[in-house]
């Protein structure tokens, strides 16, 4: 048992670690949002879209969508064009200095739908959690399995909640908005970089 919650944690921190449209939503939130408490509704949107796949992944979800031709060229499309759609929208993004009463930041339910769309039809992280972990977890029963999702969980919790605190520290120490500006653009082309990868896979296939 700890030996599979020991597996979860390393499998799930090096899934999550490489920066993605997931990462950069949340971390973005972080900055551009005047406090902490404001962060919140995109972290705990984000955290419990992970466990929703997390948990659709272990209890075996990942052999019906993966063995799917038309599940995953759908899920591909629409991944698509919300990373494009998305990486404009990050790269004509213009943040103001956080001292600004009247910065222009999302609303908690824009946050949340935004949060929604890129874990629900971002198909790096569908894949991730659905097919490297659901994958992983056909190695445990019981729980031994019940462990291994238990601590997948956990780290994704605790790395989008590391994530709004980051971002909400930058974004008081970065007055100018300059940083978050080069940030954004950095970030839109990791979204449309993504996007040219996705579509050569699913042209490949």
């Known amino acids: 048992m700890l030996q599979a919650a020991l597996h979860g944690f390393i499998l799930a921190f090096g899934l999550i670690l490489p920066l993605g449209v997931q ?17 919140l509704p995109v972290i705990l949107t984000a955290s419990v879209c992970d466990t929703l796949l997390i948990t659709l992944a272990v209890a075996g979800v990942s052999v019906v969508v993966l063995g799917s031709f038309w599940i995953k ?9 919300f990373l494009l759609y998305m990486g404009v929208v990050t790269w004509r993004s213009n ?27 971002n198909p790096h992280a569908i894949l991730d959690t659905v097919g490297v972990i659901g994958t992983s977890s056909l190695n445990y029963g019981g729980t031994a399995k ?57 042209i490949n296939q």
């Open 23 to 39: 990462n950069i939503f949340v971390f973005n939130q972080g900055a551009v949002q005047p406090r902490f408490s404001r962060v």
């Open 73 to 81: 060229t759908v899920l591909f499309i629409l991944g698509i064009l």
């Open 95 to 121: 943040p103001r200095p956080v001292k600004d009463e009247e910065i222009n930041v999302l609303t908690p339910k824009k946050q949340m739908a935004f949060a929604l769309s890129v874990s629900l039809l």
């Open 146 to 202: 019940m462990a291994f999702g238990l601590s997948c969980i956990v780290v994704s919790w605790l790395w989008f909640l590391g994530l709004g605190i980051a971002g909400n520290a930058l974004g008081k120490i970065d007055k100018s908005g300059r940083v978050m500006a080069l940030l954004n653009k950095i970030s839109a082309l990791v979204m449309w970089g993504t996007a040219i990868y996705l579509g050569t896979s699913l």
